[in-house]
């Protein structure tokens, strides 16, 4: 079982929101214990702010290693210049950064199987330029998942898809990649 944080949950928003919001909310906790909470119960209170201190770091980290509003565009713009052969060996360049093995998938529903700590995911990208796309093509890809066993599913597309996609795919335990999330995947530090 794949354990996933709740993407509305108060943790998971923090994450996505710049780093200082986690450290205000540690401070407040702090100066409210200290001033409302008895003596026995202070210290307490003024600790009760660890986890979000600890989610304020690691939102640094990433916010600090995620990549410029402007090399993510340019990363995208290069991945939409691409013929499918070298997005394809682009993608199993980054994935294999991340700790993949990455090797072609067998049959027409995926274009990529990573194998990462016995889990297993299958990747379909052959229309990441497509401006339209059909709930058929993750259908396809949803059906291989549970025939090879595999753990998860990504579906890769430049630009984010309509809500009749979005809405099957998280019906149907697909994971969407495409525009930032895509941008960071393909930016190699050596590029910078």
């Known amino acids: 079982m794949r354990l996933k944080m709740a993407p509305n949950s108060l943790f998971a928003v923090l994450l996505r929101s710049p780093w200082w919001i986690s450290f205000a909310i540690v401070i407040a906790l702090a100066l409210l214990s200290g001033a409302l909470l008895p003596e026995a119960y202070r210290l307490l209170g003024m ?3 660890g986890p979000f201190a600890v989610i304020g770091a690691i939102a640094a ?3 600090l290693r995620a990549p410029s509003a402007g090399r993510m565009q340019a990363t995208l713009e290069q991945a939409a210049a691409m013929p499918w052969r070298a997005f394809c060996h ?10 993949y093995r990455v090797s072609r998938a067998d049959g027409d529903a995926a274009d990529l199987l990573l194998v990462k700590g016995g889990r297993s995911t299958l ?7 497509a401006s339209n796309h059909g709930v058929e093509t993750l259908r396809q890809l949803d059906i291989s998942r549970r ?20 809405r099957f795919a998280a019906s149907n ?15 190699h530090p050596a590029a910078r």
């Not at 025939?147 to 979005?166: F, H, R």
């Not at 335990?173 to 930016?187: K, P, R």
């Open 47 to 49: 600790l009760s702010g």
């Open 61 to 63: 980290v990433r916010q």
């Open 90 to 99: 682009a993608l199993e360049q980054a994935y294999g950064r991340q700790g």
């Open 123 to 129: 990747v379909v990208a052959r229309r990441w330029k």
């Open 147 to 166: 025939a090879q066993d595999a753990s998860a599913c990504v579906y890769i597309t430049l630009l984010a898809p309509d809500a009749n996609i979005t």
């Open 173 to 187: 335990q697909v994971d969407l990649l495409n525009g930032t999330a895509l941008a960071v995947l393909l930016d």
